[in-house]
């Protein structure tokens, strides 16, 4: 059974800092493109951040600059760093491998102003 398990999340102040981490379990984590969305509430889920399994990332035009996805395979966890954190960034993030069906839970992020 393959399960994704973020974690990191929390209530910050704005400007502040968070790196999620996300463990993935029962699958070959080597080989999964990565993704971390995010949700708001009352907003549609958007794509922050996708690597591949050769450690090409990518980014939303919005985000870039700011968010930094990175992968550990050894420990089969997949990261997001977010620094100068807004308000505007308070949502739910989820780790997810689309293409194989695969999402976590999420984690909550609260941005204070």
């Known amino acids: 059974q393959v399960q994704l398990v973020e974690s990191g999340g929390g209530l910050v102040q704005a400007g502040g800092s968070l790196r999620l981490s996300c463990a993935a379990s029962g699958t070959d984590f080597s080989m999964l493109a990565m993704d971390w969305y995010r949700q708001a509430a009352g907003k549609e889920r958007e794509l922050v951040a996708r690597i591949s399994s050769g450690g090409r990332t990518y980014y939303a035009d919005s985000l870039k600059g700011r968010f930094t996805i990175s992968r550990d395979n050894a420990k089969n966890t997949l990261y997001l760093q977010i620094n100068s954190l807004k308000p505007e960034d308070t949502a739910m993030y989820y780790c997810?491998?689309?293409?194989?069906?695969?999402w976590g839970q999420g984690t909550q992020v609260t941005v204070s102003s």
């Open positions: 997810a491998a689309p293409k194989n069906g695969y």
